[in-house]
């Protein structure tokens, strides 16, 4: 079974410009989670769905950010306009709802960097 | 709020020794989950082993071990006869009512042969 696909693996940007990170979710998942990685605030949550729904988006870190599940098997996360501070590991998690534990699946990630 | 606590920054252990990797937590919720996730440097999130905050047992997975105690609030991970393979990031993590995530700051393992 393929996993948790996300697009594209490195991104190198000029401050200023947009970003849009890619995530296709194991297929049958009905939560998908996007997190941020960085070496001064580690592991974080920046907004989850279910049924392509947003239920908590209290993690991202401001308006620069914004995060879309048209369908079932695609989530896209944009930054516009992009700052150097933006620069992290952006990760792509998806679960199912019901049985134990709740296991997210993570995707590889994508690194961004912003110049 | 949640708060989960990885004290230990890093850890060198022998090859085919065992190791125990620390984690605290924090929650006034009586119904949560406790997860350990591997990131080798290759930088994937792996998924290692749960403990429901009811079960009665200790979790365990092949190596992996999880020796829970809830009036500690600790939910500590013991890897067994360690690999080279093992040398990795390990990340304690806690879900409360919701789906949300939060992870603790992480623990580098570096196995020596």
């Known amino acids: 079974d393929a996993g948790v696909i996300q697009s594209p693996r490195h991104e190198v940007t000029e401050m200023g410009q947009e970003v849009t990170l890619r995530c296709k979710p194991i297929s049958g998942h009905d939560y998908l989670f996007w997190y941020r990685q960085t070496m001064m605030r580690g592991l974080e949550l920046l907004i989850y769905f279910n049924n392509n729904v947003p239920i908590d988006d209290s993690g991202m870190p401001e308006d620069r950010f914004s995060a879309k599940m048209p369908n079932a098997s695609f989530s896209t996360l944009k930054i516009q306009p992009s700052e150097p501070r933006d620069s992290a590991v952006y990760f792509c998690?998806?679960?199912?709802?019901?049985?134990?534990?709740?296991?997210?699946?993570f995707g590889p990630g994508t690194r961004l960097t912003v110049t | 709020a949640q708060k989960i606590t990885q004290t230990q920054p890093g850890m060198f252990v022998q090859e085919k020794e065992a190791v125990t990797l620390d984690c605290t937590y924090d929650t006034s919720d009586p119904s949560y989950g406790l997860f350990w996730y591997k990131q080798p440097s290759s930088g994937e999130m792996i998924f290692l082993i749960y403990?429901?905050?009811?079960?009665?047992q200790n979790a365990t997975e092949g190596r992996y071990s999880l020796n829970f105690q809830k009036a500690r609030k600790s939910a500590n991970l013991v890897i067994s006869a360690s690999q080279l393979g093992d040398s990795a990031m390990y990340f304690c993590a806690m879900r409360v009512y919701d789906y949300k995530l939060s992870f603790g700051a992480g623990t580098t393992v570096t196995v020596r042969a």
């Open positions: 403990q429901g905050s009811y079960d009665q």
């Open positions: 998690a998806s679960s199912t709802g019901g049985g134990k534990p709740y296991e997210q699946y």
